[in-house]
């Protein structure tokens, strides 16, 4: 399969990588695709997004569509990040195969939902904005980032991954 330049370079060296302590935000999705899953945590001051970091328990493509996301969303306001959808994620990381253009969805739909949890624990539920895709049922104070499958030896605890 072939990457672009951005797309290695990103998965090589991903941005951003971890869970912020006391987040004001958490986004858990998993991919009905594949079963790989994803986690954002946002913090927030002022109706922007200050710092974000990801855990993925998925593919390459993944790993560098999250490092992409939290870069282009590190300092936008709310209803900006959320406006982040998967061709911009594409189009930034220089293209992606088509087999992986699901793996963009996961970025941008943990980002909507780690947003959409902090409208939900700030009085703003009526903001909250539906994710692009449909994906595996994933709680937001869920700590494993395990989907449950048997893909890849899952069925452990385990919350990032060099996949
Ligand atoms: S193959 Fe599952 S996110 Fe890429």
Redesign the pocket.
């Known amino acids: 399969m072939n990457y672009s330049d951005k797309v290695m370079e990103h998965f090589m060296n991903p941005r951003n990588v971890g869970e912020l302590d006391d987040p004001h935000g958490i986004g858990q999705v998993g991919?009905v695709?594949?079963?790989?899953i994803m986690r954002m945590t946002i913090r927030v001051e002022e109706g922007r997004i200050t710092d974000i970091n990801f855990k993925t328990f998925?593919?390459g493509?993944?790993i560098a569509v999250s490092s992409m996301v939290t870069e282009m969303a590190r300092g936008k306001s709310l209803d900006d990040a959320v406006k982040i959808n998967r061709d911009d994620v594409a189009v930034a990381l220089g293209g992606l195969p088509d087999k992986?253009l699901?793996?963009s969805n996961?970025g941008t739909d943990a980002l909507k939902a780690a947003v959409n949890d902090y409208w939900k624990r700030n009085g703003e539920a009526h903001k909250v904005v539906p994710l692009e895709d449909e994906h595996l049922e994933q709680e937001a104070d869920q700590k494993s980032a395990c989907c449950g499958s048997n893909e890849r030896g899952c069925g452990q605890s385990s919350s990032s991954s060099t996949a």
């Open positions: 991919n695709n594949c079963g790989d998925g593919c493509a993944a992986k699901h793996c996961l």
